[in-house]
């Protein structure tokens, strides 16, 4: 069994090796997992830091290295549809108020909002449609990570 404390910053000559989880396993910081290579892993970082994707750590005592891989999840792709500028900020403000409103994980990437589904897929149609603004919705598989740009965890970076 493998335990790292920390994320390694530089990887000397070794062996790289791919561990793939979920999102929600990183978000505490604690993971406990078995790697392709069979290592049972632990990894257990400071209170308040968060496991993020391409995370690498080691080296193990035979000198492999394990970088995280967060798996692509089923989320809502949301964008308000077009119609003049001043419609379209106040669609989209209303569309963030609802999401928060309703405490649901969103990841903000240019005009779209992917919403993760944790709280059941339909539910989360249900609460958009509720809200009657203007939507177009997709269903796809993205990687939501902590790391993305306009994801915001529940931590402030130190």
Same mark, same amino acid.
């Given at each position: 069994?493998l ?5 390694? %910053? ?15 396993? %990183? ?8 790697? !392709?290579?069979g290592?049972?892993? $632990? $990894?257990?970082? @400071? ?5 993020n ?5 080691? @080296? #193990? #005592? ?5 970088? $995280?891989?967060?798996? @692509? ?13 001043i ?15 309703h405490h649901?994980e ?7 909002a ?10 989360v ?5 509720? #809200?009657k603004? !203007? ?5 796809v598989q993205?990687i939501? #990570? ?12 130190e």
């Amino acid at each position: 069994m493998l335990k790292f404390e920390s994320v390694t %910053t530089v990887r000397a000559n070794g062996e790289l090796i791919e561990v793939n989880v979920k999102r929600q396993d %990183t978000m505490r910081g604690r993971l406990r997992t078995t790697a !392709p290579d069979g290592e049972d892993i $632990i $990894i257990e970082l @400071p209170r308040g830091k968060i496991i993020n994707d391409g995370d690498m750590f080691g @080296p #193990s #005592s035979r000198n492999k290295y394990y970088v $995280i891989k967060v798996e @692509p999840e089923t989320v809502l792709k949301v964008g308000v549809e077009k119609k003049d500028n001043i419609t379209d900020i106040e669609n989209n403000i209303k569309l963030g108020y609802n999401l928060g409103n309703h405490h649901l994980e969103v990841l903000i990437e240019g005009e779209h909002a992917y919403v993760t589904t944790g709280i059941g897929l339909e539910k989360v149609q249900e609460i958009l449609k509720r #809200s009657k603004l !203007p939507l177009k919705v997709e269903v796809v598989q993205k990687i939501v #990570s902590t790391t993305a740009i306009g994801y915001f965890a529940g931590e402030e970076e130190e």
